[in-house]
């Protein structure tokens, strides 16, 4: 690759990045953003591309296309529901017994249920 004093550059296998000073044959002087100059073979870098052609590669709508495509649709959160409040009547009517006969003595249990029930 042919590089020029000024072409920003990244390192290969490392996580540095930084401008051309110098060329010396292969080796390829570097500043990074620290101001360290550091020496490197050409096939250990790699020229950055301008800043406006990456704004155009990820705006171009066929990638949000895909992007939106890949992304998994998310499903609509419904309100949780306790299990107490799912099984629970949705009506309780209080029906008292001594407000249904005037007396329940001679009734057995199963006869007072009976009769709140069919009231």
């Given at each position: 690759?042919?590089f020029?004093?000024g072409?920003?550059?990244?390192?290969?296998?490392?996580?540095?990045?930084?401008?051309?000073?110098?060329?010396?044959?292969?080796?390829?002087?570097v500043?990074?953003?620290d101001?360290?100059?550091?020496?490197?073979?050409?096939s250990a870098?790699?020229?950055?591309?301008?800043?406006?052609?990456k704004?155009?590669?990820?705006?171009h709508?066929?990638?949000?296309?895909?992007?939106s495509?890949?992304?998994?649709?998310?499903r609509?959160k419904?309100?949780?529901?306790k299990?107490?409040?799912?099984?629970?009547?949705?009506m309780?009517v209080?029906?008292?017994?001594?407000?249904?006969?005037?007396n329940?003595?001679?009734?057995?249990?199963?006869?007072?249920?009976?009769?709140q029930?069919?009231?």
């Open positions: 690759m042919n020029k004093k072409d920003t550059v990244s390192v290969l296998d490392e996580n540095l990045s930084g401008i051309v000073t110098n060329i010396s044959g292969t080796t390829i002087t500043e990074t953003e101001g360290f100059l550091l020496n490197f073979e050409a870098l790699v020229k950055e591309q301008p800043a406006a052609l704004t155009s590669i990820f705006s709508k066929s990638l949000h296309a895909v992007v495509e890949k992304e998994e649709k998310k609509k419904q309100p949780k529901v299990a107490k409040e799912r099984f629970q009547p949705t309780e209080d029906l008292h017994i001594n407000q249904l006969v005037k329940a003595s001679g009734m057995s249990n199963h006869d007072m249920l009976t009769l029930l069919d009231t």
